[in-house]
């Protein structure tokens, strides 16, 4: 189903959406992590397309931000380059996080979207009033959210739920002209 079709037919969900938060690792990345030395720590790569969704919707006024297990340089540097809203980082159990999102924006949990793919996401993506996973991920993770996206991890997947957003709340590109 193309993206339009299926933000239509989820429309009532999507344009509750607030607060869309995203896991880092298998999301915003491709998995991978690689050694840069002691100076650095890891170090993970970024898809340039879920930075810019990221500020698209913050343009439009949603609170974008990261909820991540890990924690390193890159992550910090990414989340602080993108001026996103908010990060979590370095806790697996992320349901604090999501709690605390309920209470700094003011949002009843049906107002978040979550992205994320790992086995301690599931607390958030049955929560979440949206929730999306990458298709290179578990069955278990697969079997409670709302949608799969094409893309894998790490190659434009964050935008792709992104778009969704987009599409059922209007969001187009004459929100970026002032970019």
């Keep these: 189903m193309k993206l339009k079709e299926f933000a239509k037919k989820h429309e009532a969900k999507l344009k509750k959406i607030k607060v869309c938060a995203f896991d880092l690792d298998g999301i915003l990345t491709d998995c991978k992590v690689f050694w840069q030395g002691e100076e650095v720590g890891f170090n993970r790569t970024f898809n340039i397309y879920d930075g810019f969704g990221m ?18 340089v890159s992550v910090q540097k990414r989340t602080s380059q993108l001026g996103v809203d908010f990060c979590y980082a370095g806790n697996e159990d992320k349901r ?26 599931l607390p958030l993506l049955k929560k979440a009033g949206f929730s999306a996973t990458v298709p290179n991920t578990t069955e278990e993770v697969t079997a409670v959210v709302d949608y799969v996206t094409e893309r894998k991890s790490g190659e434009g997947c ?4 992104m778009d969704l957003v987009r599409y059922a709340q209007g969001i187009t590109a004459a929100h970026v002209e002032d970019f």
């Design 55 to 72: 500020k698209l919707l913050m343009k439009a006024g949603l609170k974008v931000g990261v909820v991540t297990g890990g924690d390193s």
């Design 158 to 161: 964050a935008r792709e739920v």
């Design 96 to 121: 604090e996080a999501f709690l605390d999102l309920m209470k700094r924006y003011n949002v009843a949990a049906d107002e978040i979207l979550y992205m994320g793919d790992e086995l301690f996401d």
